[in-house]
């Protein structure tokens, strides 16, 4: 479902800036997806609370540029 969702938010707002505010395990599996990572290891990324976690979509492949990133 997360995925989904990602994959619907950036077809719908492609060009666009977007922030999406949740909990640590959907960004696990977001982080995971765009690294080709396999979903059982997402696990093993750690997500401080209140980070920042950043991906750039492009037409080619997403590009992870911040994970975990404490302001």
Known sequence: RVT???DSIVKK???RTVVVVTHVSPIRVVTAAA???PL???KRLVVA???VTRIHCTKS???L???GYQP
């Open 4 to 6: 989904q969702a990602v």
């Open 49 to 51: 609370p209140g980070s």
């Open 61 to 63: 492949w997403p590009n």
């Open 35 to 37: 690294l080709g990572i």
């Open 65 to 67: 540029v911040l994970f």
């Open 40 to 42: 059982e290891n997402c």
């Open 13 to 15: 707002e492609a060009g």
